[in-house]
């Protein structure tokens, strides 16, 4: 069975940093569709970067220069770095897995739609950002 373990999130100061793991169980085909998600109580979850097949990625502009998405198939596991954190960073952190091969693109784009079948969630990691 498929499973997502995130791990690494805390509570920093503005202008601090973070790392976030996913380690990923279960997982047997050759490519990927892998990404990292944030949500606020009240707002809809959010993309913020994905990486696929290759290790093409894509951030959101709301991240861009700040995060990076890499991976270690070796591992099994996706990173989030965090750099230069601001208060608007501060949500719940999700992996989650597309069993349907795209780009990075349509991966943040697709895998924030709500009843879509072929996506496997972690619980979740908390990241407080104070000012």
């Known amino acids: 069975q498929l499973q997502l373990l995130e791990s690494g999130g805390g509570s920093v100061q503005a202008g601090g940093s973070l790392r976030l793991s996913c380690v990923v169980s279960?997982?047997?085909?050759?490519?990927?569709?892998m990404g990292w998600f944030r949500q606020t109580p009240g707002k809809a979850r959010e993309g913020v970067a994905a990486i696929v097949t290759g290790g093409r990625t894509c951030n959101a502009d709301s991240v861009k220069d700040r995060f990076t998405i890499s991976i270690d198939k070796a591992k099994n596991t996706v990173y989030l770095q965090m750099n230069n954190l601001q208060p608007s960073d501060t949500a719940m952190y999700y992996c989650a897995v597309d069993l349907i091969r795209m780009t990075p693109d349509e991966a943040l784009d697709l895998m924030t739609r709500p009843g879509r079948d072929t996506l496997i969630w972690g619980q979740g990691t908390q990241v407080a950002v104070s000012s």
């Open positions: 279960g997982y047997t085909a050759s490519g990927y569709t």
